[in-house]
């Protein structure tokens, strides 16, 4: 099994047949040009609407001078099958903060302080002791004026608020689209706050792209602002800090990643030069789907983000263009479900230097089996054609 393992993404371990499926596959999975302009049209008048009404909101004027940042698959183009769901950050207008690390969750969550005292609108968000930041009303004003902004002008308009989850950092709104059955758009509002003054020591050597993008690339990162999103850790009897913390985001360099991520410059600019980066991450997104969708239960806590993770590090050791030609396609998606494999069988390595992989997510011993149990049992062959989601169909070894 580990020489099996070992060949996987090598030619040898390919064979035409599944060649073949991993490109129809991919071929299927690519939005459709129509499908992206309508979801997009209902989602600027949307969030256009929703800052027109806290611009002029007599409620809370915290909330008034915001500004948008988009993250997430779609705005990434690595959004498979449906353009329907949307996330959007928007950056609330604070004075200068100070972070504090909690250190029992190694640079992800953070307690926020104002660096002095203010009478400034923030201060109806603040604890007892008028310093630390509160994740929790943050949270909640904003869930309650996006209720407001529903009722008051988007009411029969089928726009739906999700209950809140406490370990959700959005407020999450749905709508079932008519003209598509059963087809329903999400779009998840996230408040965010922006440090500019520097990221946070754990986090401060940036991404570790000096081989991919260089070392420009990864100063110009580390140069630019940090986010905090209200979102607690998981897990019971926390304390109080911990109830009250914010998670760091690196969503804008995620995004600036996606969009510049070849080794040169000129990759992916004009047809002769394009690449199947991308494509490879909308492969193991499909692949994520269907081993949760036969496994709901035992795989709950597993999202696409820890692939995207693991897609980042492949592309942090695999730096050259060449590498990931469309001719490489099945080749490079074997090596990245490769590694994949090997992330759910060491969970507790930090493959990304701001970005644990697994541990926080799957904290269950069981869980962790039955994830390395169904990674090592499967290879990405299913039935690609009949399927709008990729399941993999069992065999005894990797070689096909």
């Known amino acids: 099994m580990e020489s099996q393992r070992r060949s996987i993404g090598d030619d ?112 109806h968000f603040l604890l007892e002791d008028e310093r630390t930041v509160s994740a929790t009303k943050i949270k909640a004003e904003m869930h309650r004026l996006v209720r407001k902004f529903i009722n008051n002008h988007f009411q029969g308009e089928g726009w739906v608020i999700r209950r809140n989850l406490i370990n959700s950092p959005a407020v999450t709104l749905e709508l079932k689209l008519k003209e598509k059955g059963d087809d329903v758009m999400s779009v998840d509002i996230v408040p965010t706050l922006e440090v500019p003054q520097g990221w946070p020591q754990a986090a401060r050597a940036g991404p570790n792209i000096d081989k991919w993008l260089g070392k420009k690339c990864r100063r110009q990162f580390v140069s630019k602002s940090v986010y905090f999103v209200p979102k607690r850790p998981k897990g019971r009897n926390l304390k109080d800090d911990a109830k009250e913390s ?45 081993l949760k969708q036969q496994y709901p239960k035992e795989l709950e806590p597993l999202c696409s983000y820890h692939g995207k993770t693991a897609f980042f590090h492949v592309l942090s050791d695999r730096v050259q263009d060449s590498l990931w030609s469309p001719g490489q396609l099945s080749v490079s998606f074997m090596k990245l479900f490769g590694y994949f494999e090997q992330c759910a069988l060491n969970v507790t390595e930090n493959y990304f230097p701001f970005t644990n992989l697994l541990t926080y997510i799957l904290n269950s011993t069981q869980t962790y089996k039955r994830l390395i149990y169904q990674i090592s049992s499967w290879t990405p062959i299913g039935d690609f054609k009949n399927n709008r989601n990729f399941v993999p169909q069992r065999k005894a070894c990797w070689a096909v």
């Open 246 to 290: 914010w998670r760091i985001s690196f969503s804008h360099i995620e995004k600036e990643m996606m969009q510049y991520h070849g080794n040169k410059k000129t990759c992916c600019e004009t047809h002769s030069n394009k690449c199947c980066r991308k494509l490879c991450m909308r492969l193991l997104k499909c692949l994520i789907e269907g």
């Open 12 to 123: 040898s371990s390919i064979s035409p047949e599944l060649d073949r499926l991993i490109r129809q596959r991919g071929r299927d999975l690519r939005l459709r040009k129509l499908d992206q302009q309508n979801a997009v049209k209902i989602v600027n008048h949307l969030i256009e609407s929703l800052l027109e009404f806290l611009k002029n909101n007599d409620d809370q004027p915290f909330f008034r001078e915001v500004s948008v940042l988009t993250s997430g698959s779609y705005y990434e183009m690595v959004k498979i099958n449906k353009p329907n769901e949307f996330d959007i950050m928007l950056k609330l207008k604070v004075p200068r903060l100070v972070l504090s690390n909690l250190e029992e969750f190694q640079g992800l969550f953070y307690k926020i302080n104002l660096f002095k005292a203010t009478r400034t609108e923030i201060q």
